[in-house]
């Protein structure tokens, strides 16, 4: 009975030692990706490379 006892006695000691004792947990915020603004993402370049080529060959 005396061991009984002590277990609650320590159990009961040891809960109200941890009150209030754990830190809040920190959330990463989301990471979000970047979205491209036009359709044509990477068109533009090699569209305006054929163009230059094209007036050159047609200046010659």
């Not at 809040?24 to 970047?34: D, F, I, L």
């Amino acid at each position: 009975m005396k061991k009984i006892a002590l277990a609650a006695a320590l159990t009961l000691a040891a809960s109200t030692a941890f009150a209030g004792g754990v830190a809040e947990p920190t959330v990463a915020p989301a990471e979000v990706a970047a979205t491209t603004s036009s359709s044509a993402g990477g068109m533009v370049v090699p569209l305006l490379l054929l163009l230059v080529v094209a007036a050159v060959a047609s200046s010659n």
